[in-house]
Nanobody
């Protein structure tokens, strides 16, 4: 099973930027879709962004389009989430999830996912 470790969270002022990283263990990273979710205080977990493993296509929630960018470096077994123009409502714990190896997803927000990271806190002050 792949293990995931997120990093890069922190406190930032509104309008600022952060880059989150999610490092994966194992040899099958390049054949897995990678997905970012977040869970704000008192809110349900929600889909943020995804990147397929075969085509490299990216998908975003409407509320982050134009502000966040997902990317991956298969040589480093790492997926990134570059966040810009941050808003206080982006405050949340951000989680990465790894899809099943070789699995083609219809809905990235629904999984199934093989592994989850522990999460990294992002706090955006107004």
């Amino acid at each position: 099973q792949v293990q995931l470790v997120e990093s890069g969270g922190g406190l930032v002022q509104a309008g600022g930027s952060l880059r989150l990283s999610c490092a994966a263990s194992g040899r099958t990273f390049s054949s897995r879709a990678m997905v970012w979710f977040r869970q704000g205080p008192g809110k349900d977990r929600e889909f943020v962004a995804a990147m397929g493993w075969s085509s490299g296509r990216t998908f975003y929630a409407d509320f982050v389009k134009g502000r966040f960018t997902i990317s991956r470096d298969n040589a480093k077994n790492t997926v990134y989430l570059q966040m810009s123009s941050l808003k206080p409502e982006d405050t949340a714990v951000y989680y990465c999830a790894a899809g099943r190896s070789g699995y083609s997803y219809v809905r990235y927000d629904q999984g199934p996912f093989e592994s989850w990271g522990q999460g990294t806190q992002v706090t955006v002050s107004s």
